[in-house]
Every structure is written in C-alpha cells, then in structure tokens.
C-alpha cells in the first residue's frame, strides 16, 4: 500500500551538511498524514529526529537536531526531506522515513508508525 525510499546519505566531515529524500509511492486513497524521520545508532534504541503533521502543518524535532534540521515536504513530487546541517559524529546511524495514518489528536510514537522505508546511512567524520 504504501513504499518508501530513501536517499542522499553518505560521508560528511563535522560540520556539513547533508539532505535525506524520501521518495513515497502510495496507493490512492491512502491518507499518510503523520511523516517522520528516525535514526537509529549502533547499540542504541532508535529514536525520532523530525516529524511532520501534514493536517496541521505543524514540524517537530529532537532537543538534539533542532536549530540545524529541518524537515519539508514536496507535495508534487510526494517526496519528505530532511536537510541536516553543522552535523556532528553523534548524528551518525541508519536515517529511516516513516509514515502513518494520523489519530484524531495528532501523530502517534513512532513506534506507532506503520510504514517504514530500508533506510540510508549517514556518517559523521570528526
């Protein structure tokens, strides 16, 4: 019903600056109002980065990323991005978008989430 494809992770030194894509091919009448990205570490439990409310139009960020991610979407081209910049060596995992169907008072956990892409690793050289 639902795929998600992720791209644009890679290398970077501390500092830079990468964008993530997530590209979603949905079946019609499929609502995903609830996007996110996560990310998970080796040896840690994953965690949310950014999360997008599409009924809403409201964003969230971790206490980690915020002043340096920002999370958007391209209606047209069904496609949510995460543009990461100053990154740092603790910003390095697995990057996974997730979508899900919204509940009537916003988005759930993401543990809640539904649907979710293979993901892309980012790496932060210090």
């Known amino acids: 019903q639902v795929q998600l494809v992720e791209s644009g992770g890679g290398s970077v030194q501390a500092g830079g600056s990468l964008r993530l894509s997530c590209a979603a091919f949905?079946?019609?009448?499929?609502?995903?109002?609830?996007m996110g990205w996560f990310r998970q570490a080796p040896g840690k439990e994953r965690e949310g980065v950014a999360n997008?409310?599409?009924?809403?139009?409201?964003?969230r960020y971790a206490d980690s990323v915020k002043g340096r991610f920002t999370i958007s979407e391209d209606n047209a081209k069904n496609t949510l991005y995460l543009q990461m910049n100053g990154l740092k060596p603790e910003d390095t995992a697995m990057y996974y978008c997730?979508?899900?169907?919204?509940?009537?008072?916003?988005?759930?956990?993401?543990?809640?989430?539904?649907?979710w892409g293979q993901g892309t690793q980012v790496t932060v050289l210090s």
């Open positions: 949905v079946a019609s009448g499929y609502a995903y109002s609830c």
């Open positions: 997008l409310d599409k009924f809403e139009g409201r964003t």
């Open positions: 997730a979508t899900t169907p919204r509940l009537r008072h916003g988005c759930p956990p993401g543990s809640d989430y539904k649907y």
